[in-house]
């Protein structure tokens, strides 16, 4: 092996030393140091916590607090049959919501005139006329209110001025 003389290998090392000192001061910092911010807290007063609250209680009547007991979601028997012995008449029909707006009146010539809507559509009517394919009609103006009466199940509803 053939004996390296000792200037070229110390030429060599102080070369690298100083390629590295010239790199290393261009280098950046990977992240800013960023000064730590004093934050003021305003003593606030401390909450009574009631920690009885935060306890599990028992979920319903026959169940256990044990999130990992056996349950059942099943209904239970004596439900169905209680919902089965109470008696299921028909209901009474009623009327269907009204389907009209108050949107104005007019008084001329001592006859009182309402302006509805109806949907889109706006109607004047007045005291006795039929509406909405004769199922409603418009029996008493006042002050306070425009009353109706929905003709198939003669049910009186009223819509407030």
């Given at each position: 092996?053939?004996?390296?003389p000792?200037?070229?290998?110390l030429?060599?090392?102080?070369?690298?030393?100083?390629?590295?000192?010239?790199?290393m001061g261009?280098?950046?910092?990977?992240a800013?140091?960023?000064?730590?911010?004093?934050?003021e807290?305003?003593?606030?007063?401390?909450v009574?916590?009631?920690l009885?609250?935060?306890?599990?209680?028992?979920?319903?009547?026959?169940?256990?607090?044990?999130?990992?007991?056996?349950?059942?979601?099943?209904?239970?028997?004596?439900?169905?049959?209680?919902?089965?012995?109470?008696p299921q008449?028909?209901?009474?029909?009623e009327?269907?919501?009204?389907?009209?707006?108050?949107?104005?009146?007019l008084?001329?010539?001592?006859?009182?005139?309402?302006?509805?809507?109806?949907?889109?559509?706006?109607?004047?009517t007045?005291?006795?006329?039929?509406?909405?394919?004769?199922?409603?009609?418009?029996d008493?103006?006042?002050?306070?209110?425009?009353?109706?009466t929905?003709?198939?199940?003669?049910?009186k509803?009223?819509?407030?001025?």
């Amino acid at each position: 092996m053939k004996k390296l003389p000792r200037n070229k290998v110390l030429i060599a090392v102080a070369a690298s030393v100083l390629a590295a000192t010239m790199v290393m001061g261009r280098e950046k910092p990977a992240a800013e140091v960023v000064e730590a911010a004093r934050v003021e807290r305003k003593s606030e007063p401390l909450v009574d916590l009631d920690l009885a609250k935060l306890e599990r209680s028992g979920l319903s009547s026959g169940t256990s607090a044990d999130p990992f007991a056996a349950r059942s979601f099943n209904p239970q028997p004596v439900q169905q049959q209680a919902a089965a012995q109470q008696p299921q008449g028909p209901s009474a029909p009623e009327a269907p919501p009204l389907p009209f707006r108050y949107i104005g009146h007019l008084v001329e010539d001592g006859k009182t005139y309402v302006f509805l809507a109806h949907g889109e559509e706006a109607i004047t009517t007045q005291t006795g006329q039929k509406l909405a394919g004769n199922d409603w009609r418009l029996d008493k103006i006042t002050e306070q209110e425009v009353v109706l009466t929905y003709l198939p199940l003669k049910k009186k509803h009223s819509i407030p001025l």
